[in-house]
């Protein structure tokens, strides 16, 4: 049976895998009420969790170190009460194998070499390479659906990722090419991005000792 978030866990943990936001974002990230997620932000402030910053025209909620260890323990204490870890660990390595694919799909719609430059930016005038690379992002998609109905079966708060992807990959297709790896929008890149924190934070392997990373 899938394991329900608590309101506190839920509003911590959409700040680790969004990095910055503010409160209506959280909400939204989270699915809490944005007056509950408020008062919990500001109690958090208050417990020293997270804090506010401001730079250049960006502000909002990050969190502090400890919030970051607090959100690590309340993670493993979850996925110790919904015994999922063999569902997650399974996830992430299929995460992995999907992971090179998406990272040169990403690479191809913002690159297309030319020659005597392979560095090349695309320029988007080729509709078959451009094709090519929308093609491969919507099989990544449907890989993405079934890794996250797995991972659903014993976290919740998983879901929504797959319909995140398809709805940034339908919005690149409809000609707005922001939405596949663009920054600042919820891009299929920025979506696997955080997917790709979740499972990590989720483990509680850090960042770039993944078996096998280099």
């Not at 958090?44 to 502000?59: C, I, K, L, Q, R």
């Not at 063999?86 to 690479?107: D, I, M, S």
Request: hydrophobic letters at 40%; proline letters at 2%; glycine letters at 10%.
């Amino acid at each position: 049976m899938t394991h329900a978030t608590s309101p506190e866990l839920s509003v911590l943990h959409a700040l680790r895998v969004t990095g910055v936001a503010g409160d209506a974002a959280v909400s939204r990230r989270s699915g809490i009420n944005q007056d509950i997620a408020s008062e919990l932000l500001r109690d958090f402030e208050a417990y020293g969790w997270v804090t506010h910053v401001e730079f250049g025209d960006t502000s909002g909620w990050t969190l502090t170190e400890s919030g970051r260890d607090q959100d690590s323990r309340k993670l493993a204490e979850e996925l110790d009460r919904a015994g999922g870890r063999a569902t997650v660990e399974q996830a992430h390595k299929e995460f992995e194998v999907l992971n090179g694919r998406l990272v040169k799909a990403c690479t191809d719609w913002q690159l297309r070499p030319a020659e005597g430059d392979r560095l090349a930016s695309n320029d988007h005038s080729d509709p078959q390479w451009d094709g090519r690379v929308l093609d491969e992002l919507t099989v990544i998609g449907a890989e993405l659906t079934r890794l996250i109905d797995a991972l659903v079966s014993v976290l919740a708060r998983f879901g929504g990722y797959a319909d995140r992807f398809g709805a940034a990959l339908a919005r690149a297709r409809a000609g707005d090419g922001q939405w596949v790896a663009g920054v600042g929008v919820a891009s299929c890149h920025a979506v696997w991005m955080e997917l790709h924190e979740d499972l990590l934070s989720t483990l509680g392997i850090p960042r770039g000792v993944e078996p096998g990373s280099r």
